[in-house]
């Protein structure tokens, strides 16, 4: 398997992906700008999403793929369809309980989350609604996780980098045809939630059905809970909630101190938090999508020297594409809110109040990506207790860090706590597979470092004087003379970079990796 020509596959996915989800925002930003209703939206949809990480995307995967690429290596498909099995049982039906408590508990999760909204009783009302009309979604979101597992070990990774547009789109149409028509129009996006959590399980089961890999789910809920398998991969879970979900505890801290600041602190948070996914998506859930299968079977062979090149080629690319990601996000932050979200009810005070923390954003984007890219070497390994100790103490440095910083910088402090907690916790993993001796850089770092810098700092440059010569809060009325001006300053930004480093001798054939 081509690395770079699947990387460029599912970064082409997640790319329309997130260009339909900078759609749904501007469209969302448009109709409801920053808010009361539009933070009770935000915190509903959060306390979900959080689980929905917690249950399904995050733990759940980086303990399932590797034991299920285990089985498949040493055991074949009539094994794996039987794990697949009893796990997907398991799944849903404790999900299925979870939504149902969820339900029933909304006020008091909503409370603890957002005191802040009590100022506002309707508000505070709302969220509770759209808590208990999107808790299913974590049901929908934890058998297209499983599902997502399964295919990406069978290295079929379009079809779940392609499913998240179905969400987006359920958005757009929600934005554009419902609001209008309902009492509370934000109970819209709810609903949008629902239909779209719906549209992305079925589209799993076809790609499922064609690898012979469809799940059959038991009226039974204890069904499979005996299978050393499912115990394995539940014993795998307990810890990984904790490792993969640090950053996302750290945002619902974040969303409750947010609710305490100015009104609208939690929607400008949230805005800046979408521009700074694009890039991560992009570059770092696409780069542990493919990295985690390949090198679960590489440490199911026993092939060390494969599994350190793999991470090394992994390592070198994140340093290539987020370092320029990082530069670009924080000279053009201004341009990027003005552009996608200046518009209707969304102010001039809150596009300048967004970009803030996106700027803070990029100190630490760098370190986000490399998370990513570094926390699969240790799932692939069954190592989850290395990456748990490493996120506790990068979740208590965050919060140490917003008592420093929110007082000052009020919600940008809030995302540079997050930044700088994500270099923190990708420094601490790139020193203990270091000392393991799992990793063993190849040669060649120090320059290859150094000319990328170089490359990042022409590029900001002309990043930074090119966006100096726009009035991008004045342009509100002319759409696309706006959008032509941001594009046109991105496309000269990254000439300079990408010509700068071919002027350096860099070429697309050395980044070219083949996977055993």
Request: net charge positive; charged share 10%.
């Amino acid at each position: 398997m081509n690395l770079l020509k699947t990387l460029a596959g599912i970064s082409s996915m997640t790319l329309l992906s997130r260009v339909t989800g900078l759609l749904r925002e501007t469209l969302f930003a448009r109709a409801f700008g920053a808010g009361a209703y539009t933070d009770a939206f935000i915190v509903a949809f959060r306390i979900p999403n959080l689980l929905r990480r917690l249950f399904a995307e995050g733990a759940f995967s980086q303990a399932f793929v590797p034991i299920l690429s285990e089985y498949k290596t040493q055991y074949g498909q009539e094994a794996s369809k039987t794990l697949a099995d009893h796990v997907a049982n398991t799944l849903v039906w404790a999900t299925l309980l979870v939504s149902v408590a969820g339900i029933i508990g909304a006020p008091v999760f909503v409370y603890l989350i957002a005191t802040g909204l009590r100022a506002e009783p309707g508000a505070f009302d709302a969220a509770v609604w759209m808590t208990r009309l999107m808790f299913p979604y974590i049901s929908f979101m934890s058998f297209v996780a499983l599902a997502g597992g399964i295919l990406n070990t069978w290295r079929e990774f379009k079809i779940p980098a392609f499913t998240p547009v179905l969400l987006n789109l359920s958005f757009i149409a929600a934005s554009l045809f419902l609001q209008s028509h309902l009492a509370q129009p934000i109970y819209a996006m709810a609903i949008a939630v629902f239909v779209g959590g719906l549209l992305q399980v079925g589209m799993q089961i076809p790609a499922l059905v064609r690898i012979g890999m469809l799940p059959r789910l038991s009226l039974n809920p204890a069904a499979g809970l005996s299978d050393p398998g499912v115990r394995r991969v539940l014993k795998k879970m307990g810890p990984a909630v904790f490792a993969v979900s640090a950053a996302q505890i750290s945002l619902m801290i974040n969303t409750s101190i947010a609710s305490r600041l100015a009104e609208g602190s939690i929607s400008w948070l949230s805005y800046a938090d979408r521009l700074m996914e694009f890039p991560t998506a992009m570059l770092g859930v696409a780069l542990g999508t493919i990295l985690l299968p390949s090198l679960s079977k590489a440490n199911a062979d026993g092939d060390t020297e494969e599994y350190s090149n793999l991470l090394d080629w992994g390592l070198r690319l994140t340093f290539l594409l987020a370092l320029p990601s990082a530069v670009g996000m924080a000279t053009l932050a201004e341009p990027l809110i003005t552009t996608l979200f200046h518009y209707g009810k969304f102010s001039d005070h809150a596009a300048a109040m967004s970009a803030r923390p996106l700027i803070a954003y990029s100190v630490g984007l760098l370190g986000i990506i490399l998370v990513k890219t570094l926390a699969p070497a240790f799932y692939a390994r069954q190592d989850i207790r290395t990456p748990v100790k490493i996120a506790v103490g990068v979740l208590v440095a965050t919060q140490l860090m917003n008592m420093l910083f929110v007082p000052y910088i009020a919600v940008a402090g809030l995302a540079l706590s997050i930044g700088l907690g994500a270099c923190f916790n990708a420094g601490f993993l790139y020193t203990g597979l270091r000392r393991r001796g799992i990793y063993h850089p190849l040669p060649g770092w120090g320059w290859f470092f150094m000319r990328v810098a170089l490359a990042c700092a022409a590029m900001g440059a002309t990043a930074w004087y090119s966006a100096s010569l726009v009035d991008w809060l004045g342009m509100q009325q002319h759409v696309l003379l706006r959008a032509g001006a941001l594009f046109l300053v991105i496309a000269v930004s990254g000439a300079v970079y990408f010509g700068a480093l071919l002027a350096m001798g860099f070429r697309l054939r050395d980044f070219k990796r083949t996977a055993r």
